[in-house]
């Protein structure tokens, strides 16, 4: 009975009596539907109403069933009352139909002394009747809601027999403005009010200064952000410094020679990577600054060395190689690595107390690019999260125990490695971990040490070792958020929906 005329369905009730109490007068009212209705007239001053607030009890399901059939040991003692030669257990279990009640009533049956065991181990009546006195408060509170004993409530509330629910009931009065119907009443003033004068006699609609306002939107991270601010705080956390995210363009230089990806690389593939067509070619690396004092020409010497006659013990891949094609832009490539090999050859001319490189560990998140097919989980860009660690004395078991706490720090446990190969990285390991949703187990990163044809050009220590990894930013949002789509993501249709109503994502409720 939640009907517009319910208010005035409240003026001719509170007139035929007065005062009325809510839960009398409209039992079936929805709560929210009556406080609205009530609120409407109290705030014209026609009712007033007081609020009642009292616990009731009500029976949960096993309560009820007491309530219609008896307690379990009644049951039970009524049914070996009636066997004049006493029952065997199995016998009074096939009779009451439930094992589990004939068990518990049995051994309530014992205690009251209702039953007793004959000489040959049956069970038997000891009386012709009983008080079931579960029974007889079940019906009570179904009855009347409450018991007239706290003590005995609390034990069935613990036996979970009862629970407690919160009943608000209205007392309502007639208020000082009382009238069978609600005035017209005006909302704004308008033109016309003014000009006709009609505005001094019209019924204003009062103001509800407890109303509360229309939901602002305050602005919310997307998603990607949030877990993009989850990861940095993860790596300042972890002693890492942040490379710097400012290129979208790279040499292949950096991109692939330096970090020993042969020329024939399918990577390097125009299928794989976007080229720029103007302009198409960069300039040899150099320094950028004056404080730069390192030797480009010998770096660029020993990359061509390596990768085509090898050196520094590796017998590189023995193909001509070729400085235009080092040269060529692209759109920086499936990954973020490119940075890292320019921070690593930086590292390579720092001096630590000890005149040698120090310690370092670096991290970025970024976006990169690739030539592929658009589909639900590929977008022709996404982000990569990267990180490295150089340090002396490093082992594969070190990079390990690193994955596990870093991405532990994520929540994510259980992972697994799996043997990869990258042309940068030896050994290299894929990192996988156990997906709940999914139930199977998903890749989460790729890792390895750096190979020495990569570090030893730079001139960075044979006995520094380097560990790098690298993930997409976007797997683990869509795993956290729930998203299928990689394109409700990013991409070119932006959907402020798409953040406004994710509530996980909205600021005000992080
Ligand atoms: N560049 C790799 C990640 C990686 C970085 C550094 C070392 C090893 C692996 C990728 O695209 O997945």
Redesign the pocket.
Known sequence: MASADLPIEILHALDKSTPLLSSEAFPNVKFLDLKSALDRLASREMIRYDTLEREEAILEPEGEQIAANGSHEARVFEVLRKAVEGLTVQELEKEIGDKNITKLGQGKAFKEKWISKTKDGKLQATKDSIDDLTQQQMQTIQNTKTLPDPKVLAELKKRKLVRMEKVITFKLHKGPKFALEIPEEAIDLTPEMIANGSWKTVTWKPYNFKARGADQYAGALHPLNKVRAEFRQIFFEMGFEEMPTDKYVESGFWNFDALFVPQQHPARDMQDTFFISDPKVADPPRAESAEDKRDYDTYWDDVRAVHQNGKYGSIGYRYPWSGDESLRLVLRR??T?AI?ANMLYKLASKKGPDGRPPPARYFSIDRVFRNETVDNTHLAEFH?V?G?IADYGLTLGGLMEFMVVFFGRMGLTDLKFKPAY?P??EP?MEIFAWHQGLGKLVEIG???M?RPEMLEPMGLPKDLRVY???LSLERPTMIKYGISNIRDLLGHKVDLGFVRNNPAVRLDKN
């Open positions: 499936t990954h690595t890292s990569q990267e490295v990258n940068y990285t290299s790729n890792s390895g750096f790098g990894w690298g």
